[in-house]
């Protein structure tokens, strides 16, 4: 009897091991922050993107563009130069260390399940040389004195987060390290089948504790009636 109960507890802490996912939500210590405008997000990356008013050619003719890169404009007609470099560079910010239920994340599932989604600072922070400059414009800053008619050499900026979905069902602790399971990236999520990931999950490990508590109950009355009997 001793034997088939430790036997079956092993099962059960093994299922329970495999079972194991993540409860709480990736954390970071230091907030990703572009200083120089004083704009910080919760996520986990920030990316300032930056793009000037130009001339490119455009069939016979030109025409002017918003463009991340400089436009070369040595051969172009009279009337028709642009600034030789941007006089703002675009940069990108990620988390030192993101944590998941206080244990490292590997950085591979930042690199391959993170999304960049663009969002709208709030610029209370903007230090005063840059809010001489640049005004809010959409979802970002403008240097143009009239959004509607800018002129060549004005520069827009935006910026977006780097975002981590839910990673219940995608990440499994490795050497205390969250580590992608294989196929993650493409697995079809639980929630096409009528039930959320987390949902199947903890489903399945609820059923299995359940099942060994009963198990262990059936086990004990079976041993007292067959020593009473004795």
Do not use: C
């Amino acid at each position: 009897m001793r034997r088939y109960l430790a036997a079956w507890l092993v099962l059960l802490a093994g299922a329970v091991s495999a079972q194991e996912a993540p409860v709480g939500l990736p954390q970071t210590e230091k907030s990703p922050r572009d200083a120089e405008f004083g704009v910080v997000t919760r996520r986990f990356g920030l990316e300032r993107r930056v793009e000037m008013y130009q001339w490119r050619v455009a069939g016979q003719g030109y025409e002017k563009v918003w463009s991340a890169t400089p436009i070369a404009s040595a051969a172009f007609a009279p009337g028709h130069d642009n600034p030789p470099t941007l006089p703002l560079a675009g940069r990108r910010v990620l988390a030192d260390a993101i944590t998941l239920d206080g244990r490292p994340l590997d950085p591979e599932v930042v690199a391959r399940l993170g999304e960049w989604r663009e969002f709208r600072p709030n610029f209370s922070a903007l230090p005063g040389n840059l809010s001489a400059t640049f005004q809010p414009e959409g979802d970002g800053l403008g240097s143009a004195e009239n959004p509607l008619d800018p002129q060549i050499g004005d520069l827009r900026v935006t910026w977006r987060e780097l975002t981590l979905p839910s990673l219940d069902g995608k990440v499994a602790l490795q050497d205390g390290i969250w580590k992608l399971q294989p196929h993650a990236a493409d697995a079809q999520p639980a929630a096409q089948a009528g039930m959320p990931a987390s949902s199947v999950s903890k489903g399945v490990l609820g059923w299995l504790i359940g099942a060994g508590i009963f198990a262990l109950v059936i086990l004990v009355i079976v041993s007292v009636i067959r020593n009473r009997r004795r």
